[in-house]
Nanobody, 119 residues
């Protein structure tokens, strides 16, 4: 089992910045990569970014590329999402997730943290 806890959400004006954190605990040795997803009211959950624990390979959704940066601290078992130039359409509940290998779906999820961007 892997437990994930997100933090850092809040209210910010358009153009502002916010930094999300995701702390992992439990059987973290089984985790291959960590991802960030988001879900806005009335919309499907969408992929935001991903990073692998071992080599730090990153992947971003086109909608956030150039504005968001995913990073990690292996010693703290923590993944971060730095969000800059925020837009109202970034408003959503942000979730972090863990996957055990490249071929499997994300199998552990955090509870989510609300990000609201005002215009």
């Amino acid at each position: 089992q892997v437990q994930l806890v997100e933090s850092g959400g809040g209210l910010v004006q358009a153009g502002g910045s916010l930094r999300l954190s995701c702390a992992a605990s439990g059987r973290t040795f089984s985790s291959y990569a960590m991802g960030w997803f988001r879900q806005a009211p009335g919309k499907e959950r969408e992929f935001v970014a991903r990073i692998t624990w071992s080599n730090g390979i990153t992947l971003y959704s086109n909608s956030v590329k150039g504005r968001f940066t995913i990073s990690k601290d292996n010693g703290k078992n923590t993944v971060y999402l730095q969000m800059n130039s925020l837009k109202p359409e970034d408003t959503a509940v942000y979730y972090c997730a863990s996957k055990s290998n490249p071929a499997v779906n994300y199998d552990y999820w955090g509870q989510g943290t609300q990000v609201t961007v005002s215009s």
